[in-house]
């Protein structure tokens, strides 16, 4: 038996491991997205292995446009993601939920757009809409 993975999320494509990181929570799939930025890899043709897909995961990995995963545990939740955008997926244990504060912020939130802004805040990667500001005058 071979040395067991310190990755959280490793990514192939034919065959060949092209990204991967130890990070935790959603930041592995910002590197990711930083990484596919240079647009040297057909994203369709991609598989990402992930230790743990929730919902955030799940659409976050819709909104690369990732169509083969494998997770080791797998929400319920990215589980209806997954099957609503065609992805194709395998898991390891399927759960209810994820035991995180962003897979219950984005029950009903299933806009791509507008959850990737919602994750993207909570990560730093992007301001928060702020409220409209009352005019001083």
């Not at 310190?6 to 060949?16: H, I, K």
């Not at 929730?54 to 690369?64: I, N, Q, S």
């Not at 399927?94 to 029950?107: G, Y």
Request: charged share 25%.
């Amino acid at each position: 038996m071979g040395p067991v993975s310190e990755n959280t999320l490793e990514v192939y494509t034919d065959g060949n491991l092209i990204f991967s990181s130890t990070g935790k929570w959603l930041h592995p799939l910002f590197e990711l997205e930083d990484f596919l930025a240079s647009g040297a890899y057909e994203h369709a043709r991609l598989l990402v292995k992930d230790k743990i897909v929730g919902k955030a995961g799940a659409l976050l990995l819709v909104r690369l446009g990732v169509l083969r995963v494998k997770a080791g545990i797998l929400s319920e939740l990215g589980r209806s993601v997954f099957d609503r955008h065609a992805v194709r997926y395998e898991y390891g244990k399927l759960v209810p939920r994820i035991l995180c504060q962003t897979e219950h912020l984005l029950e009903r939130i299933d806009d791509l757009e507008n959850a990737y802004a919602l994750i993207a805040a909570r990560a730093g990667r992007i301001q928060a809409p702020s409220a409209p500001q009352a005019s001083p005058y």
